[in-house]
């Protein structure tokens, strides 16, 4: 599953969460200036890079790659009942994405390592908080996986694509 897969995947979770469909992208800070919250970016910073985990699995891993995103979630408070609701809301945000990542994540890994609250000069209303998040992707053996025989009884060997060879 690609990042781009992950993120679509949280979008569709983190709608039900939410109760409403809140724009998610992946890529550098780029915030329009008119829109509005709610919305979350994903901001790649770092490339790490682990052992394998799952090993037998087909294809097979042969390291995990840790992509880091710093995740702005930014949000504000509907009825504008001043600034510490506009916190309430955005914690709220980040908590539901905190969660529709795990739970879109449940085939690889994803754990947070930090996050922050930073004022931002796009953010015109409300407030955006940052989790700092790694999500484990597999590197995988690019070959291709062995044929799985599930049924030898009855059959000659020669169904489906096998073509016999000229005769001599």
Not at 82 to 87: A, L
Not at 112 to 117: I, R, V, Y
């Amino acid at each position: 599953m690609s990042i781009a897969a992950i993120i679509a995947e949280l979008q569709t979770k983190l709608a039900g969460l939410y109760g409403e469909t809140v724009p998610c992208s992946v890529g550098m800070l780029k915030v329009p200036e008119h829109d509005k919250p709610p919305r979350v970016i994903f901001v790649p910073t770092d490339m790490l890079y682990g052992p394998a985990k799952g090993p037998g699995r087909n294809p097979r891993p042969l390291a995990t790659h840790r992509q880091q995103f710093t995740v702005h979630c930014w949000d504000y408070d509907r009825q504008k009942r001043g600034p510490d609701f506009d916190f309430d809301a955005a914690f709220a945000l980040v908590l539901k994405v905190e969660a529709a990542l795990l739970l879109t994540c449940s085939h690889f890994s994803a754990s947070f390592l930090k996050g922050g609250w930073e004022k931002q000069s796009w953010a015109h209303m409300g407030m955006v908080g940052t989790p700092i998040v790694v999500i484990d992707v597999p590197i995988v053996d690019g070959t291709l996986g062995t044929a799985v025989i599930t049924n030898v009884h009855g059959t000659t060997g020669l169904e489906g694509s096998v073509e016999p060879g000229p005769s001599f």
